[in-house]
T-cell receptor, first 113, second 114 residues
């Protein structure tokens, strides 16, 4: 089984809808991250969480919110989706300690019409 | 402004040759730099990490160098194979304090031609 899973893998929604992307991990890591990837722009950090009670904004958090329900679960919400949120979204985890590598999920492809 | 740049969007090389990918950064003083591989439609996969006090790191056919004076990392794949075709991303810690965040380059798409 995959260590970092994301659901759904693909999602089509309409402008103004609220949607949630979910991430689960079995690696036992405290740190979890949400990124979006757009062609030509690379990975951009949306939110990150160092533990269940610690959530921080990344470089592009506007229009997004997150919830860390448990050590293993970190969900990303788009309260009112807009077309420029169409992108590939990745969840990642890392262990404690500086320099620890990040382990990515398979991604969720989101299309906002 | 802070920038992390990978030398080219795409690189084509012949099978068996050495591929060299470049990552340059400005206005950062990272404590470490990482390289990831990403296949189409998949999440990045970690390959190598090199710290600021290390000049070179190797893993099988992969070699990474880190020159903090030039603010540059080079990523080499020797005896390249078609299976090495992928996009390669460099990433660094933006704070330089050994933080837990990463800033990623846009990647270089490597194609190894049989």
């Amino acid at each position: 089984d995959a260590d970092v899973t994301q659901t759904p893998r693909n999602r089509i929604t309409k402008t103004g809808k609220r949607i949630m992307l979910e991430c689960s991990q079995t690696k036992g890591h405290d740190r979890m991250y949400w990124y979006r990837q757009d062609p030509g722009l690379g990975l951009q950090l949306i939110y990150y969480s160092f533990d269940v009670k610690d959530i921080n904004k990344g470089e592009i958090s506007d229009g997004y919110s997150v919830s860390r329900q448990a050590q293993a679960k970190f969900s990303l919400s788009l309260e009112s989706a807009i077309p420029n949120q169409t992108a590939l979204y990745f969840c990642a985890t890392s262990d404690t300690g500086a320099g620890e590598t990040q382990y990515f999920g398979p991604g969720t492809r989101l299309l906002v019409l | 402004s802070q920038k992390i740049e990978q030398n080219s969007e795409a690189l084509n090389i012949q099978e068996g040759k050495t591929a060299t990918l470049t990552c340059n950064y400005t206005n950062y003083s990272p404590a470490y730099l990482q390289w990831y591989r990403q296949d189409p439609g998949r999440g990045p996969v970690f390959l190598l990490l090199i710290r600021e006090n290390e000049k070179e790191k190797r893993k099988e056919r992969l070699k990474v160098t880190f020159d903090t004076t030039l603010k540059q990392s080079l990523f080499h794949i020797t005896a390249s194979q078609p299976a090495d075709s992928a996009t390669y991303l460099c990433a660094l810690d933006p704070s330089g304090a050994g933080s837990y965040q990463l800033t990623f380059g846009k990647g270089t798409k490597l194609s190894v031609i049989p």
